[in-house]
């Protein structure tokens, strides 16, 4: 479903009239930036790919999620401590403002750590947690509206995993949910050499077979049962070096197509008489 934004929540107030010495125009291109408060770039980096997904950008406008604002203080001034409406509110000033820029210091309050605490803006954070970690608040805030299937219709996936008897041949198979597929870097150069090692999977010795009930090798492979409709893939640069207990950034050449065919890492290339019992 694509809808186009036709109005925004009264709550986001009007927006002001800029001085002459105050404005600056934004770019040529007609995009507004995000204003970089230290070492957020992880984070900016990734709500800027939301907003330019106009159908979940236009639906995230569009929720009422039946909350009053949650005020508090902060620095003189009061700031409503809600993380869907500060996203709604970056999202429309995006959109709406003329500045070159807007600033995220709201929405950093309103993201908490696992502390319970606004996030550090001076630290510097994993892009792909705060992806899935966004990605499920939002979920969550959004159950109890019409729009509670937003973040699933756009970036939910399926993967299954799968475990392959080398004894009797017969397979395993566990789904659960991704927002992102997380793929390795390390040795590879191309995309479809790190998805081909999803499928190609890996030995687990002395497994005890459900099937069999006998202790035998299994394959474990990764495979997708089902794509989500914007498939955000984590490419996995950071590692860690067991030799030296520190991570190691992969900084090699990563070639990736225009255009993806995944069928050959389905569930239905893979195992097809598993799509056919389910």
Not at 154 to 181: H, I, M
């Amino acid at each position: 479903m694509h809808l186009t934004l036709t109005t925004l929540n009264s709550q986001f107030g009007r927006l002001r009239v800029l001085s002459e010495n105050e404005l600056k125009n934004r770019s040529p291109y007609n995009h507004a930036g995000i204003k970089n408060l230290g070492a957020i770039c992880y984070m900016l980096s990734v709500i800027q790919q939301f907003y330019m997904n106009k159908s979940f950008r236009n639906l995230v406008l569009r929720v009422d999620d039946g909350q009053q604002e949650q005020l508090v203080e902060k620095d003189g001034r009061q700031v409503d401590d809600n993380l869907l409406h500060q996203l709604q509110r970056l999202f429309s000033f995006l959109t709406k403002t003329e500045r070159m820029d807007y600033n995220p210091q709201d929405f950093c309050y309103s993201w908490k750590g696992y502390d319970g605490q606004p996030v550090n803006v001076l630290m510097q954070q994993d892009a792909q947690e705060f992806t899935s970690m966004l990605l499920d608040r939002l979920e969550k805030s959004m159950k109890d509206t019409p729009f509670r299937r937003v973040v699933e219709c756009n970036y939910t996936g399926k993967v299954s995993n799968l475990l392959t008897c080398e004894k009797c041949q017969k397979s395993k198979v566990r789904e659960e949910d991704f927002y992102c597929l997380t793929l390795e870097v390390k040795n590879y150069k191309l995309l479809s050499e790190s998805l081909g090692k999803l499928v190609h999977g890996e030995i687990i010795n002395d497994y005890q077979c459900d099937f069999c009930n006998q202790k035998a090798d299994v394959v474990k492979k990764t495979v997708i049962s089902k794509c989500p409709n914007n498939l955000i893939l984590h490419l996995q640069r950071n590692v860690f070096n067991l030799d030296t207990f520190v991570n190691e950034k992969i900084s090699t050449k990563f070639e990736f197509p225009h255009s993806l065919d995944l069928k050959p890492y389905s569930l239905e290339a893979i195992l097809p008489s598993a799509v056919q019992k389910t």
